[in-house]
């Protein structure tokens, strides 16, 4: 089986920052992804890792180490709007055949 | 591009009937995926269709489940019959492959099973 796994839930504060770390055990490696979801909505493409080290997109940033089989992402000058469930994901193969981990939800409270 | 297009957006159904889940994916995307997610089993993949053939439906529950991609504009998640453990969240998504094309989801379908 594949295993990914992420804490359930976060809490932090606006304005802080906040690290979401992921790891994983599967069969394949052919990069890996972070995902937000907001509750009632579809996933939303945040962030993508094929290479160790850090990949940064303005306040988010995603960090790989494929030896340890972990990531995490970085959330920067976190705002209200950054509560939602982040979702990582190992793409298996050669193909774009994804699994995912069950997510992280992160309450950013005033 | 509209994004990817599901239908509907919302099912209530008792136990027993068929239901039929709707897809449209992004034009030009070659991989089509169906997921259903649930609080308790998070976001499962179901099935994948890589230019409208099936490459890997291992994740299909059981066969009460079928899909179809009868062409790259459209596809199709039947369960027949329904039960209500089948209620969830069913999303299509589709993407590329060139690298690090990520997938584009669907705002879902919400199943509810009586």
């Known amino acids: 089986g594949q295993n990914i796994d992420q804490p359930t839930e976060m809490t932090a504060t606006e304005g802080a920052i906040v690290q979401i770390n992921c790891t994983y055990q599967?069969?394949?490696?052919?990069?890996l992804f972070w995902y937000q979801q907001h509750a009632g909505e579809a996933p939303t493409f945040l962030s993508y890792?094929?290479?160790?080290g850090l990949e940064e997109k303005g306040r988010f940033s995603s960090f790989l180490s494929r030896s340890k089989g972990y990531s995490y992402l970085l959330l920067k000058e976190l705002q209200m709007k950054d509560s939602a469930s982040y979702l990582c994901?190992?793409?298996?193969?050669?193909?774009?055949?994804?699994?995912f981990g069950a997510g992280t939800r992160l309450t950013v409270k005033p | 591009d509209a994004g990817v297009i599901q239908s509907p957006r919302h099912e209530v159904t008792e136990m027993g009937q068929e239901v039929t889940l709707r897809c449209k994916p992004i034009?030009?995307?070659?991989?089509l995926f169906w997921y259903r997610q649930t609080m308790m089993r998070g976001l499962e993949l179901l099935i994948y269709?890589?230019?409208?053939?099936?490459?890997?439906d291992s994740g299909m529950p059981e066969d009460r489940f079928s899909a179809k991609m009868p062409n790259a504009s459209f596809s199709t998640l039947k369960i027949q019959p329904s039960e209500p453990r089948d209620s969830a969240v069913y999303f299509c998504?589709?993407?590329?492959?060139?690298?690090?094309?990520?997938?584009?989801f669907g705002p879902g379908t919400r199943l509810t099973v009586t």
């Open positions: 890792n094929v290479l160790d």
């Open positions: 994901a190992v793409r298996l193969y050669n193909n774009n055949d994804m699994r």
């Open positions: 599967t069969s394949g490696f052919n990069g």
């Open positions: 269709f890589n230019n409208n053939v099936p490459i890997d």
């Open positions: 034009s030009g995307h070659d991989y």
């Open positions: 998504a589709s993407s590329l492959f060139s690298g690090r094309d990520e997938q584009y």
